[in-house]
């Protein structure tokens, strides 16, 4: 079993519908929770992070998080074709100092 | 700020040759990263360090080396390259580690080639 599970997608989203990603981890010592975007041919850049039970709310983005169930998942809400990218979920646990990458979940947002 | 620059930006090797890929970051964090990608994977951690003349083993770093005599470089040093090592490397610094909350800058990625 991977630490950090994605579906790698493509998730095909309309103009201005809501995409939901969700990445689930095997560690239940795993502390914060990140997503990060990238775009072809760039690196990654962090939109949300994480670190308790419940929903956290930025601009157009939700992260939730539910420890008990070992999942996170991010909205997108009024998905642009600018959100056209590869989402990563990042979970780091103090053990190690150790960050681990889920291999991506592609979005393709059709106008 | 430049942020985190890493050079080059593209290199093609040839199995057994050697090289070094260059880190520098502006912004006086203490904490540095180096990554690999390969496609359609997600990035895996080689080495990090949590200051000068302080480093520690990732994920997966065998085949490569690295130090840190100053804040700002933390320069990747693959030795006899391999196939294996055909990746995109990203090199990444933050100010204190991510459990406390501290966003993790990326280079821009130099893109190896192993032949």
């Known amino acids: 079993q991977k630490e950090v599970e994605q579906n790698s997608g493509p998730l095909s989203v309309p103009e201005g519908a809501i995409a939901s990603l969700n990445c689930t981890y095997s560690d239940r010592v795993s502390q914060s929770f990140f997503w990060y975007r990238q775009y072809s041919g760039k690196s990654p850049e962090l939109i949300m992070s994480?670190?308790?039970?419940g929903d956290k709310e930025d601009g157009r983005f939700t992260a939730q998080l539910n420890k008990a169930s070992q999942y996170v998942s991010l909205l997108i809400r009024d998905s642009q074709p600018s959100d056209s990218a590869t989402y990563l979920c990042a979970v780091f646990k103090a053990a190690g100092n150790k960050l681990t990458f889920g291999g991506g979940t592609r979005v393709l947002v059709k106008p | 700020n430049a942020g985190v620059t890493q050079t080059p930006k593209f290199r093609i090797l040839k199995i057994g040759q050697s090289m070094t890929l260059q880190c520098t970051q502006d912004?006086?964090?203490?904490?540095m990263y180096w990554y690999r990608q390969d496609p359609g994977m997600g990035l895996k951690l080689i080495y990090y360090?949590?200051?000068?003349?302080?480093?520690d083993k990732g994920e997966v770093p065998n085949g490569y080396n690295v130090s840190r005599s100053t804040t700002e470089d933390f320069p990747l040093r693959l030795e006899l390259a391999a196939p294996s090592q055909t990746s995109v490397y990203f090199c990444?610094?933050?100010?204190?580690?991510?459990?406390?909350?501290?966003?993790?800058?990326f280079g821009p990625g130099t893109r190896l080639t192993v032949l």
């Open positions: 360090s949590v200051g000068a003349g302080i480093t």
């Open positions: 994480i670190y308790s039970n």
């Open positions: 912004m006086n964090h203490n904490y």
């Open positions: 990444a610094s933050s100010y204190s580690l991510q459990a406390l909350g501290n966003e993790q800058f």
